[in-house]
């Protein structure tokens, strides 16, 4: 629940389909993913990814498509209130 000066959180939950892929853009991200597809089996062990400090839901996006191809339901989402981390100027 958002607070009042925070956005509303964000989260995915990605999971074993049939359905072919197509590219989608998780914001400055994008990867091949089958948005909304049916669920194909049951029973999946469950995986909670958390980003750590800055980032989001999406930071880790590889290890959750991973995880899914290999029969997990993945969940992750976006903590609300950390700081963005920022990249050293080189």
Known sequence: MANGAEAP???GV???TDAPETEQSLGDIAHD???LAAV???DFPLVVLSHG???GYN???DTT???AHAGFVVAAVSHQGTPT????KS
């Open 9 to 11: 959180p964000t989260g």
């Open 14 to 16: 990605w999971y074993p």
């Open 33 to 35: 993913v089958a948005p």
């Open 40 to 42: 194909t089996g049951r």
């Open 53 to 55: 400090g800055g980032g």
């Open 59 to 61: 930071s880790h996006y």
């Open 65 to 67: 498509l991973a995880f």
């Open 85 to 88: 981390m920022t990249r050293a």
